[in-house]
């Protein structure tokens, strides 16, 4: 038996797990072999203060202090490009993300592989960084192993009920109990749930494709920004001297081990290449997550109304990183009773509840 049971062993339940973990035992419980398989595995990594909706621009920055202080971030930077035809669009990311903006030459200077002719306007800001995720992850996973807690890998949890005050959860033969229920189980997040007799929230996994491209044109990319499509119609990234691209497709799907659609990356590696004077010539590789929100797009954060110990840390979206450090303190708060490092109205905006 334990204090806290974790489902899910991406950066939002080992985040969560870690808060958790010197307030008394925890296990987590992660059905594949390796921790942050899934989304966590295959996110773009990116530490964006001024991304997302008003309570993930608030995780954001309540996140910020963990990120400086343990050393995850290396400096990056970002920057949105448009075509003739993209001027509205960039408007709307601008005044989202209040980024500066910047001209056409200065954009060319930052990354010289842009087409002059159909680079109409651009903006950048260098506060956006890389994240050290599987430090991060894995750091988290010693916090709770140095509490005496359990990270268990290859538990697929196939049956939850409530006895008593305790849930028993099931994987496989093994039998786990706690009364503290945590359900961060990403993209199946809503069937954890109905296992437990939980009403479903109406997550909805995206699926969002990727690829690896050799350095356009030979060039070191390693001091090249994050640049986006106006309107996110494609960004791309460097990436251990490669270039990521991606269509940042967000097509609806239901939980699986996710792959790309050759036609989906292929349209989005043509929308990349109108924008820049190299061909892509050959894809090293690609693939796929499943990033999920729930149904207004906001983060899911607390106790299930009227369910004895059921939490959820879900709809994460693609945002699960950067507000990962605020996110699990805020949800550990709810559980254990303590000091709560996010203010009242996020906190509301955050409830299960909301969507009830």
């Known amino acids: 038996m334990s204090d806290f049971l974790v489902i899910g062993g991406g950066i939002a339940g080992v ?14 419980l992660e059905a594949e072999t390796a921790l942050g398989y899934h989304a966590s595995g295959r996110s773009a990594a990116l530490y964006e203060a001024s991304y997302g909706r008003p309570t993930t621009l608030a995780l954001n920055e309540a996140s910020r202090d963990h990120f400086v202080t343990g050393g995850y971030l290396g400096p990056r930077g970002l920057m949105v490009v448009a075509a003739p035809d993209e001027i509205d669009a960039f408007e709307a990311d601008l ?14 200077g930052l990354v010289p592989i842009l087409r002059r002719d159909r680079l109409a306007r651009a ?13 991060l992850i894995q750091d988290f996973a010693r916090t709770v192993r140095a509490h005496g807690g359990a990270v268990l890998t ?32 990403g993209a199946w997040a809503d069937r954890i749930a109905v296992l437990a007799g939980v009403p479903p929230l109406g997550l909805q996994p995206n699926r969002r494709s990727m690829a690896r491209i050799p350095a356009p044109g030979g060039h070191d990319v390693s001091g090249w920004p994050m640049f986006f499509g106006a309107g ?20 609806p799907m239901e939980p ?26 050959r894809v090293e590789t690609s693939w796929a997550g499943l990033r999920t929100f729930a149904p207004d797009r906001s983060l899911v954060l607390g106790p299930e109304p009227g369910v004895a110990g059921f939490f959820w840390s879900a709809g994460q979206g ?9 996110a699990s303190a805020c949800l550990a708060a ?6 709560q490092p996010m203010p009242a109205d996020i906190l509301r905006a955050l409830q299960p509840a909301r969507l009830r």
Not at 232 to 249: C, H, M, T
């Open 15 to 28: 985040s969560v797990a870690a808060r958790l973990a010197p307030h008394g035992s925890v296990t987590l």
């Open 95 to 108: 005044s989202e993300m209040k980024i500066p903006e910047i001209g056409p030459d200065e954009a060319l």
């Open 123 to 135: 903006a950048w800001h260098e506060d956006a960084w890389d994240v050290d995720t599987d430090r």
């Open 154 to 185: 290859g538990r697929r949890v196939g049956a939850i009920a409530r006895e008593g005050t305790l849930w028993r959860v099931m994987a496989g033969d093994e039998a786990f109990t706690a009364p503290i229920l945590v359900n961060a189980a």
């Open 232 to 251: 996110e119609g494609w960004y791309a990234k460097p990436d251990a001297g490669k270039l990521l691209v991606s269509p940042a497709d967000e097509d």
């Open 256 to 281: 699986f081990d996710a792959w790309p659609d050759d036609m989906v990356l292929a349209e989005g590696l043509a929308r990349y290449e109108a924008m820049v004077t190299e061909p892509v010539t």
């Open 318 to 326: 693609g945002y699960g990183f950067q507000t990962a450090p605020a």
């Open 334 to 339: 709810q559980i254990t009773g303590g000091s």
